[in-house]
């Protein structure tokens, strides 16, 4: 088991599950600090880290949930397209009011809950997002590996949100590559669904073939996408 932690394939999924939490998780931050805008100055540590932690116990549950769910034929393939059509919608401009309905609480135990409410409502993305990286690993110990992942996310999206969120406006290929991380995962996972394993090889040249045609598709869409989209008002 110890020997497993020490593959390259567990450091990529590691990296994976990280990158995507940050990318996908940057909203997390935002509805931290609104939930928690009206507490006391002495409770706002505690609502952040209460909220953080109760979300992150409930991704955990979803997600185990989810590498059960993805061992039935046809759902991976039903993951992959959303995967794509996630990532497609990272190069894309969206609105900026998507948070408008979280309400502050000055009671901390209601703003734990608006956080963890609200981080239910916004995972469905990360969930299946981590859970392909997760079964793309090859791992026999996936819930320990997105355990692992989502653990060394979190103090990265609540110390360090701010410098990743300043880094994505400075440089918009971090979102590039993070969209095509997306379906590069969404290519691999397709591979290894079971209603498709006997019909397609599983080596390792069909399941990078596979990842670079979805990280292409995602780049082309989400490019084309991108260049329909009017233009944000000065």
């Known amino acids: 088991m110890v020997d497993e932690f020490l593959t390259a394939h567990f450091w990529i999924a590691v990296g994976q599950i990280i990158m995507i939490d940050i990318l996908l998780g940057g909203d997390n931050a935002v509805v931290i ?9 002495h409770q706002r540590l505690k609502g952040i880290l209460w909220g ?13 949930f989810a590498l059960t769910l993805l061992q039935v034929p046809y759902l991976k393939l039903v993951g992959a397209a959303l995967l794509m059509w996630i990532g497609v919608k990272l190069l894309v401009p969206q609105d900026e009011d998507g948070h408008s309905g979280i309400e502050g609480s000055d009671k901390l ?8 409410v609200a981080d239910l409502v916004m995972s469905v993305d990360n969930v299946i997002a981590i859970a392909g990286a997760a079964t793309g690993a090859g791992s026999q110990h996936q819930l320990a590996l997105v355990i692992f992942g989502l653990v060394v996310s979190i103090p990265i999206i609540i110390w360090g949100s701010q410098l ?46 596979l990842g670079a045609l979805g990280a292409a598709l995602v780049f082309l869409l989400g490019s084309a996408l991108n260049r329909k989209a009017p233009a944000e008002p000065t």
Do not use: H
Request: proline share 5%; charged share 15%.
């Open 164 to 209: 990743v969120l300043k880094l994505m406006d400075r440089f918009p290929m971090i979102i590039t590559v993070g969209a095509m991380l997306l379906g590069w995962i969404a290519g691999t996972m397709a591979q290894t669904d079971p209603a498709v394993k006997d019909w397609v090889p599983q080596t390792s040249v069909w399941q990078y073939g």
């Open 52 to 64: 953080t932690a109760g979300a992150i116990v409930l991704r955990v549950v979803l997600i185990a």
């Open 33 to 41: 600090a609104l939930a928690c805008r009206k507490l006391p100055q």
């Open 109 to 116: 135990w209601a703003a734990v809950k608006t956080v963890i």
